[in-house]
């Protein structure tokens, strides 16, 4: 199975900082990474989905980008709302798989 | 408008078996490319997905837990049912229901989750 590897797992910020946090699969998975924001207490909201495709109605300081192994997602100026977990994603074969997070905290 | 909804047990005990039910409304479970997922997350932890449901019944289901989990579908009720047998507390977690695109190859709709909590 693919494994998905994030990092950082925490991520410092302060707001208005360009934020980046990296996706590695274990072996290449060509484009097929999404990128989900999750807050507490709540489901997981899709932000990007084939690596650099925004979902609809999401802001565009929002941005992704990779291919093959390496993915990023960047929050290009860090706002108050986006303090959250980040979880990239990718699908396989019949088999769905997502990183471990990032938690983008107030430094 | 797309929505999910997963209901089931808030408690179950050790060695039970859980059911949880995902109803959905705005799309048919027979749509093409659109298929209805489980996924769970632990307190704390990170996201696990569990099983999937294809529209023409197919299903998959994570290969750690294949023997244990049975996923199915009520097309007329829009409904679409786990089972997870012979739970530990290891199974603590809140689970969520969510539809999964298949031209974009994610998840563009979920469900609020539902906490379960597995004790005695």
């Known amino acids: 199975d693919i494994q998905l590897t994030q990092s950082p797992s925490t991520l410092p910020a302060s707001v208005g900082d360009r934020v980046t946090i990296t996706c590695r699969a274990s072996?290449?998975?060509?484009?097929?990474v999404a990128w989900y924001q999750q807050k507490p207490g709540k489901a997981p909201k899709l932000l990007i989905y084939?690596?650099?495709t925004l979902q609809s109605g999401v802001p565009s300081r929002f941005s992704g980008s990779g291919s093959g192994t390496e993915f990023t997602l960047t929050i290009s100026s860090l706002q108050p709302d986006d303090f959250a977990i980040y979880y990239c994603?990718?699908?396989?074969?019949?088999?769905?798989?997502f990183g471990q997070g990032t938690k983008v905290e107030i430094k | 408008q797309v929505t999910l909804k997963e209901s089931g047990p808030v408690l179950v005990k050790p060695t039970e078996t859980l059911t949880l039910t995902c109803a959905v409304s705005?799309?048919?479970?027979?749509?093409?490319?659109?298929?209805v997922s489980w996924i769970r997350q632990p307190p704390g932890k990170a996201l696990e997905w569990l099983a999937d449901?294809?529209?023409?019944?197919?299903?998959s289901y994570i290969s750690s837990l294949k023997s244990r989990l049975i996923i199915s579908k009520d097309t007329s009720k829009s409904q679409v049912v786990l089972t997870l047998t012979n739970v530990d507390p290891m199974d603590t977690a809140t689970y969520f229901c969510?539809?999964?695109?298949?031209?974009?190859?994610?998840?563009?709709?979920w469900g609020q989750g539902t906490l379960v909590t597995v004790s005695s």
């Open positions: 084939k690596a650099s």
């Open positions: 969510a539809r999964a695109e298949m031209s974009t190859v994610s998840f563009d709709y």
């Open positions: 705005g799309f048919s479970l027979n749509t093409a490319r659109m298929r």
């Open positions: 072996e290449s998975v060509i484009s097929w």
């Open positions: 994603q990718h699908y396989n074969t019949y088999s769905w798989t």
């Open positions: 449901i294809f529209p023409n019944d197919e299903k």
